[in-house]
């Protein structure tokens, strides 16, 4: 009786080990390249920069901060599809190669996201609680994306 209780303990132990391995929605920490600065090209005020590396980077850039619950699954699995998603729909370190028209499209979403309390996500801020936007960020942050299209648009 006792082997079979410890055999399945070493069981228990070793499986969310060997699964951590496995990225079943692909692995967002591989990166070609290093990281680039978020909003690369832009021009935004660095207090905004450093904004939105602090609150948004997490997800939506290549320079993460991995927790430690980020490399055992099943949790591993879940951070990664997070931070590939929002990879998917916009990518901070990659700023700088999107067209102009999808840049305006990103802004436009950015600040309504935002603003709304929409971004951060409720359940990421369950855990990360400084990461959620206060209304001065919000609103730091939907003057900037309004003057960068503004810009944008002016082709400067």
Known sequence: MMPR????????AILPVALSFVHPFGNPRNVSGSPGQVFA????PEPVREL??????????????WPFYSRIAPMSWLVDRDVSEARSHMNLSRWDGYSNQ???????RLATKARSGEMPPARYTAIHRDSKLLPSEQD??????KAERRRLRSGQ
């Not at 209780?5 to 228990?12: D, K, Q, S, Y």
């Not at 090209?41 to 935004?44: L, P, S």
């Not at 730091?140 to 994306?145: C, D, G, H, N, R």
Request: with cysteine.
């Open 41 to 44: 090209g832009a021009q935004i």
């Open 5 to 12: 209780i410890l055999l399945a303990g070493v069981c228990a």
């Open 140 to 145: 730091a942050l939907y003057e900037w994306t």
């Open 102 to 108: 999808d840049k305006l499209a990103l802004l436009a």
């Open 52 to 65: 939105v590396q602090r609150k948004c980077g997490n997800c939506h850039s290549e320079s993460v901060e």
